[in-house]
């Protein structure tokens, strides 16, 4: 598979230098700009799944009337945050 060029981008040089100073030992401006590029696609991916499922649960609110209240939404999601933070042991 051939590989593409992603295109150069100008910066301050006090940025590069800022970004300089937090690179990993071993690891490269590239190989740190192709992680962050890879890691905003999956925000980006995530992003818009919550945006399209906010809107799908939304329209069926208006067309059935029925919704969730907020307060138990909460609770099952503090008791997925609990059950993971003991998962992880903390």
Known sequence: MKTAVIPQVRVEPELRTQ???????????????????????????????????????????????????ADEVLLKLQAKLDAKRKQLGG
């Open 19 to 69: 970004l300089e100073s937090v690179l990993q030992p071993g690891e490269t401006l590239s190989g740190f700009v192709e992680a962050t590029v890879r890691s905003a696609i999956e925000f980006r991916r995530m992003q818009t799944r919550f945006h399209e499922r906010g809107q799908t649960a939304w329209e069926n609110h208006e067309r059935q009337g029925v919704s969730i209240p």
